[in-house]
């Protein structure tokens, strides 16, 4: 992956060599938008002698590299989090969530989820999201790893029967003339009466509580950052995704990205044992919550 920034935060002390603070987030609108006041140097840590190296990949990528602890900061699929629990706690701030809606099941040719019982559908990867809500809603399909972004133009090539759509691809698949199955998200809250936890901004355990703290606060004064001054992290933002980045940064930058609810915590709960029953992580008893 590549560097694409290093930020000089916090106050350096002479003769003290900074240590680097790795951060890695999707390349997409919210993310964007969510970390631009910290990544161009509108805010900063607190802690001094620290610099903040920002990186960007695609979801499944990051799942795997926070696995290797590649990242002291970094955004995962929430169902990717049971098996980084030991390693990583959860940031109060910097978290998608979806209340009526989420990840997106479409299709060329199919209307229902019964009809794709064997059939081919892509996911972005397992274990995200979007997959493991296609486990559990659409039980019986072949489910295969395909990169987010060319899911669409894959079903229209016939290479898949079905696929989800995540990031601003949900919003998009419509200009590739396919049809909406179901809306993931809302069959989750359907489902539970709660929230849907999307992705998790989770941070290492082993940097200390007061670090982790001063991350999680700084994460939100950078969003605080952005929300004030919105045409400029706008602009930014806008870069990223399928032209739709004010739509999906209503849907994904706001209260509930500013600081964790009680509902969603519960809704994590209820995921982590749902991610535990389909086989795809490992069952925990705790969630750390950094709060800052």
Known sequence: MTVLSDNLTGKRLPGVVPRTLSIAYTPDSDDAFNYYGWEFDRVGLETPDYTARFQRDH????????AQEAFDVVGVSSVAYPALADRYAVLSVG???????????????????????G???????????????????????????????EIADA???????????????LLFFGEKGLRKVTDLGASWCDDTGLPLPVGLNIVRKALGQDLCNDIANTCRRSL???????????????????????QHVQMFSN?????LPQDVR???????????????????????????
């Open 59 to 66: 979801i499944i990528a990051l799942n795997r590299a926070a």
């Open 95 to 117: 978290n998608s969530v979806g209340r009526g809606y989420g990840p997106v099941l479409v299709s060329k040719h199919y209307s229902a989820t019964g009809d794709l019982r």
């Open 119 to 149: 059939k081919r559908v892509a996911v972005a990867g397992i274990p995200t999201t979007g997959g493991a809500l296609a486990m559990m809603f659409c039980p019986g399909a072949q489910f295969i790893e395909h990169r987010y972004n």
């Open 155 to 169: 079903i229209v090539a016939g290479e898949f029967d079905a696929g989800v759509m995540i990031h601003e691809e």
């Open 224 to 246: 605080r950052w952005s929300k004030d001054h919105f045409d400029e992290a706008f602009e930014f933002a806008s870069r990223f995704g399928r032209g739709c980045a004010a």
């Open 255 to 259: 209260e509930d990205t500013l600081n």
């Open 266 to 292: 519960q809704a994590m709960r209820v995921m982590f044992d749902r991610v535990a029953a389909l086989g795809i992580g490992p069952k925990i008893d705790r969630i750390e919550v950094i709060d800052g």
